[in-house]
């Protein structure tokens, strides 16, 4: 059995484009008089394609994403999905009708009245779900970490691109750095080329990834499964365990088969804005490093204290636990200013135009880039650079040395055991491509 179901037809227009296109046809031709007021919208009605109505898969977050639908003529929440199913009566009761709930979020994928995917399952579903809903036509809300590994993202960003898809990643700290006068003005030094490696920055981003908080426990017991809940379909791609409360339901961040501990879980929003900042959404470090325990459990997500990620023009970031071993010796060399280049090289940068302004911070702006068409800000190619700082963290603290590595191919050099990290093979029947 494949995951993969192909449209078709790929260009095929969408609900909301095609309830767009009928109705400035009917109006064209003197036909308001037999299209319904509903459709047209105006006069305190809400038009079916302005409305952007949504599917919530993974109803743990998910369940502050599910909107009730309040006005029967514009619904917002359609479905809902999860493998527990005393959480998908819960979403049920809070969106009220037409919502309807699922076990397989497949089945949700083959509903044409579905503008956008909610993606608030563990990690490890993440790629799967949105490359089916791309495919599928649908336009995706994930929430961070992008993807549980590297290759995942670049499937993702393929797919997206392919299928002319708007993609958002749940983050919140890209959007207060691009409002930001010192940060447009860093990004442009960044982006620039002209400051010297001696005066790359050295930033430390210290105490923030709950590392304690989301270690996973290595002593547990199988314990019976509760009837509400299908392991078999929350393990998904995983390698088949047996059950134990703690591998779900939030504390499942413990666990290198759902996820990368507490540094995958709060990673995506602190290093989007820095990402940002640094003019580095294009590429990857080449050198990476990680002071830990060794050798690192197999299963359970543990202790680190910090990792060292240099980039090719010298610019390094240094994540710090602050709950295991001692901090990392190197002195913090912060944002550069205008004062570490010449007058001329100032003059320079000075004169490069600002960005675009960004669009998508959050699930309404969100809505509004499905209705513009327009990419968001934290869009499948940035987020899959910024999750990627992620996984070559996690693969530097569970091999246990030093590493290099390719940000073109996206492939670690010279190490086999690091690649196999990269790209983790999927229980089947679920794979990549």
């Known amino acids: 059995?494949?995951?993969?179901?192909?449209?078709?037809?790929?260009?095929?227009?969408?609900?909301?484009?095609?309830?767009?296109?009928?109705?400035?046809?009917?109006?064209?031709?003197?036909?308001?008089?037999?299209?319904?007021?509903?459709?047209l919208g105006g006069d305190g009605h809400t038009a079916p394609s302005d409305t952007v109505t949504r599917a919530v898969i993974g109803l743990g977050?998910?369940?502050?994403?599910?909107?009730?639908?309040?006005?029967?003529?514009?619904?917002?929440?359609?479905?809902?999905?999860?493998?527990?199913?005393?959480?998908?009566?819960?979403?049920?009761?809070?969106?009220?009708?037409?919502?309807?709930?699922?076990?397989?979020?497949?089945?949700?994928?083959?509903?044409n009245d579905i503008d956008t995917i909610?993606?608030?399952?563990?990690?490890?579903?993440?790629?799967?779900?949105?490359?089916y809903a791309a495919q599928s036509g649908k336009d995706l809300y994930c929430e961070k970490p992008m993807t549980r590994f590297i290759a995942e993202g670049q499937y993702v960003a393929?797919?997206?691109?392919?299928?002319?898809?708007?993609?958002?990643?749940?983050?919140?700290?890209?959007?207060?750095?691009?409002?930001?006068?010192?940060?447009?003005?860093?990004?442009?030094?960044?982006g620039?080329?002209?400051?010297s490696k001696e005066k790359a920055p050295v930033i430390k981003i210290r105490d923030s990834f709950k590392v304690?908080?989301?270690?996973?426990?290595?002593?547990?017991?199988?314990?019976?499964?509760?009837?509400?809940?299908?392991?078999?379909?929350?393990?998904?791609?995983?390698?088949?365990?047996?059950?134990?409360?703690?591998?779900?339901?939030?504390?499942?961040?413990?666990?290198?088969?759902?996820?990368?501990?507490?540094?995958?879980d709060m990673g995506q929003h602190f290093l989007d804005g820095v990402q940002w900042t640094l003019n580095k959404d294009h590429t990857s470090p080449v050198e990476v490093q990680a002071h830990a325990p060794f050798p690192a459990h197999p299963d359970a997500c543990g202790m680190w204290g910090w990792v060292e990620m240099k980039?090719?023009?010298?610019?390094?970031?240094?994540?710090?636990?602050?709950?295991?071993?001692?901090?990392?010796?190197?002195?913090?060399?912060?944002?550069?200013?205008?004062?570490?280049?010449?007058?001329?090289?100032?003059?320079?940068?000075?004169?490069?135009?600002?960005?675009?302004?960004?669009?998508g911070n959050g699930q309404w702006e969100f809505e509004q880039a499905v209705k513009e068409r327009r990419q968001c800000g934290g869009n499948a190619d940035v987020s899959n650079r910024c999750a990627a700082l992620l996984h070559l963290a996690n693969i530097a603290i569970r091999t246990g040395r030093k590493l290099r590595y390719d940000p073109a191919k996206q492939q670690f050099i010279g190490d086999e055991e690091a690649n196999r990290l990269v790209n983790v093979p999927m229980r089947a029947p679920w794979h990549l491509a």
């Open 311 to 359: 980039y090719e023009d010298g610019t390094t970031l240094i994540f710090e636990s602050g709950e295991w071993g001692e901090r990392h010796p190197a002195e913090e060399r912060g944002y550069p200013s205008l004062n570490d280049l010449s007058p001329e090289h100032q003059k320079l940068v000075q004169a490069i135009p600002d960005d675009e302004p960004m669009i």
């Open 61 to 111: 977050r998910g369940h502050g994403f599910t909107i009730p639908n309040k006005d029967e003529n514009a619904p917002v929440t359609l479905a809902v999905c999860d493998v527990d199913s005393k959480r998908v009566e819960s979403a049920l009761a809070k969106a009220g009708k037409p919502c309807k709930g699922y076990r397989d979020f497949r089945e949700v994928m083959d509903r």
């Open 212 to 264: 304690k908080m989301w270690s996973g426990l290595i002593d547990w017991q199988p314990q019976p499964i509760p009837k509400e809940l299908d392991w078999d379909m929350y393990l998904g791609p995983a390698p088949y365990k047996p059950y134990h409360r703690h591998r779900t339901h939030m504390s499942f961040r413990g666990y290198w088969d759902f996820d990368g501990g507490g540094l995958a």
């Open 158 to 190: 393929d797919s997206v691109r392919r299928y002319g898809r708007i993609f958002q990643i749940g983050t919140f700290g890209r959007y207060g750095a691009s409002r930001s006068a010192g940060s447009k003005l860093t990004r442009k030094i960044m």
């Open 192 to 195: 620039s080329g002209l400051l």
């Open 118 to 131: 909610f993606v608030m399952t563990p990690p490890h579903w993440h790629a799967l779900v949105c490359l």
């Open 1 to 39: 059995m494949l995951f993969v179901k192909m449209q078709n037809n790929p260009n095929q227009p969408t609900r909301r484009e095609f309830i767009r296109k009928t109705a400035t046809a009917a109006s064209g031709i003197g036909l308001f008089h037999i299209v319904p007021r509903r459709v």
